[in-house]
């Protein structure tokens, strides 16, 4: 109930808790959603916290979500704002029952967040049923195409149990087959030495994709994000593309394929730092890595 949910807020500002995450997957879409962000920015004026609030915003909707995206903003609670995609090939998307918004409207959605300063990110997930290495890499090349200046995200694949993935005859039909990983998180201090060890599964094949093009996939995917995301090729890759029509996708291709053969100092060393890190990620190593110099 609301009144529930306006207890627990309270109790959080109270206690000064800087940070809340959200398990609603889907916020904004409905009416008391709003109410509850007026909860939010309430009790941060009352008590000064929380600091930020973090959420899932729905994946199917507009007007809803900029508009409550926008007052949590100006009030200072919004932690960015996430437009998940999962994939952008229909097929892929009638295999998992997901549905996503327009290209055209994701794009418009943007257009009026930039428009507010408010930060966003999109996210793509490698390896779903159905996915190919031309299909990725056109779903890479169209969210970029739309204007996506700020950041976009790519997720390994994960297999829960009770979900569709995670169904022995769902994964025959689709040829899926997966590999267990260390729980690494990431963007958090290592686990403590007497934790219970934990793992994930992550798929690494399918009947339309081979473990090569999932390891191709993947070091693209971190090039992307390396050189789009992190900004450190952001303005060559704009204007390549807008004074020599040079593709993002085809971009990307060339430096992973030719740091094979020439020499592109940094750029063919994280390269094959990338192909290392997915052979890792077959042998079982975890996602997250640890750099002590810059510290835990």
């Not at 916290?49 to 915003?57: G, L």
């Not at 729980?183 to 201090?189: A, F, P, Q, R």
Request: hydrophobic fraction near 40%; charge should be neutral.
């Amino acid at each position: 109930s609301l009144s529930r949910i306006h207890d627990e807020i309270e109790w959080a500002g109270r206690h000064k808790i800087p940070y809340i995450f959200n398990a609603d997957s889907n916020f904004g879409m409905h009416k008391r959603d709003l109410k509850i962000a007026e909860m939010l920015v309430e009790t941060k004026n009352l008590y000064g916290y929380p600091d930020k609030f973090r959420t899932c915003w729905g994946k199917n909707s507009d007007e809803k979500i900029f508009s409550v995206a926008s007052f949590l903003h100006e009030n200072g609670l919004d932690k960015g704002m996430t437009l998940g995609r999962q994939s952008n090939n229909k097929q892929v998307l009638l295999n998992i029952k997901r549905d996503n918004i327009k290209l055209e409207a994701f794009s418009s959605l943007q257009q009026q967040f930039n428009s507010r300063n408010i930060p966003i990110y999109a996210e793509l997930i490698l390896g779903l049923p159905g996915e190919t290495l031309e299909s990725w890499l056109t779903g890479i090349e169209e969210m970029l195409q739309t204007g996506l200046n700020n950041q976009l995200f790519v997720y390994p694949a994960e297999v829960y149990p009770n979900t569709e993935l995670g169904n022995p005859a769902y994964q025959k039909r689709f040829g899926i087959k997966t590999q267990t990983i260390k729980l690494l998180e990431i963007h958090c201090s290592p686990r403590e030495n007497n934790w219970i060890s934990e793992f994930q599964k992550i798929i690494v094949e399918t009947a339309s994709m081979t473990v090569d093009d999932w390891k191709r996939m993947m070091v693209i995917s971190l090039i992307t994000m390396l050189l789009h995301s992190m900004k450190l090729g952001f303005f060559l890759m704009w204007y390549l593309h807008k004074k020599h029509n040079v593709s993002y996708t085809e971009f990307f291709s060339f430096l992973v394929e030719k740091s094979t053969t020439k020499r592109f100092s940094i750029i063919s060393r994280e390269v094959a730092e990338f192909f290392s890190y997915t052979e890792n990620l077959l042998s079982g190593h975890g996602r997250g890595r640890l750099f002590l110099e810059y510290g835990d």
